[in-house]
Every structure is written in C-alpha cells, then in structure tokens.
C-alpha cells in the first residue's frame, strides 16, 4: 500500500527557514512525479503548488511564489523528497502535503487532479 508521510513542519518567525520531507513507502516502482502543494486556512481554499519533480530525470518545476526561495530535492535511496524553505513570510502559512503521481504519468503534473496519492499534511505556520 502506497504511503506519503510528511515531516518538518512547525512555527517560524517571518524570514527563517524550514526543511519538510516526504517519507514515500509501498512503491513497487518510483511515482513519475512527486510535488509539494499547499492549502492555507481560509475555508474554501485550493490547494495551491508550490514545487514538483520528476523522479527519473530530477528536474524541478516551483510557482511563481517559490522560485528562488524554495528547493525541492530527492533522496532516491531514502525515497525521500524534501522542500527547503527560505525568507518565509506569514502568507506562507499552511498546510503542506506531499503528493505522488502514477509510476506511468506521461505529462507533466501541474494540477493536484493529476496525483494519485497524497500525505496527510504538516502544518507550517510563519509568524510577523
């Protein structure tokens, strides 16, 4: 059975640093695709992508909200996908939850419809 279990999570004060990570288990082989997405505390809302990439090549794709303070990393031995956080502001707060696409995803995964396997989520939570 496929798990993600994520970690890391906590309380920071705006601009400091977290590191979350993804523990992936049950895989006979390795999701296509794994990413990181968000969903902040307002009822209602989506959950947003922060950062993806592709297991086979460790190519990286971020939103326009991480790019340059965001870095999304693998550990293949450990099947573990980390994100390092930086420069975190109070409207980074959320739930983070780690994602997983088939082993045979051909496209890449931009929307969270396109993951078959989700975390439970770490919550993060930036203070001014």
């Known amino acids: 059975q496929v798990q993600l279990v994520e970690s890391g999570g906590g309380s920071v004060q705006a601009g400091g640093s977290l590191t979350l990570s993804c523990l992936a288990s049950?895989?006979?082989?390795?999701?296509?695709?794994m990413g990181w997405f968000r969903q902040g505390p307002g009822e209602g809302e989506e959950r947003e992508r922060v950062a993806f990439f592709n297991w086979g090549t460790a190519t990286a794709y971020y939103s326009d909200s991480a790019e340059g303070r965001v870095t999304i990393s693998r550990d293949h031995a450990q099947s573990t996908l980390s994100l390092e956080m930086h420069n975190l502001t109070p409207e980074d707060t959320a739930m983070y939850f780690c994602a997983a696409t088939s082993p045979n995803w051909r496209v890449i995964p931009y929307c969270a419809r396109d993951y078959e396997a989700w975390g439970q989520g770490t919550q993060v939570t930036v203070s001014a």
């Open positions: 049950g895989y006979t082989k390795s999701p296509a695709w």
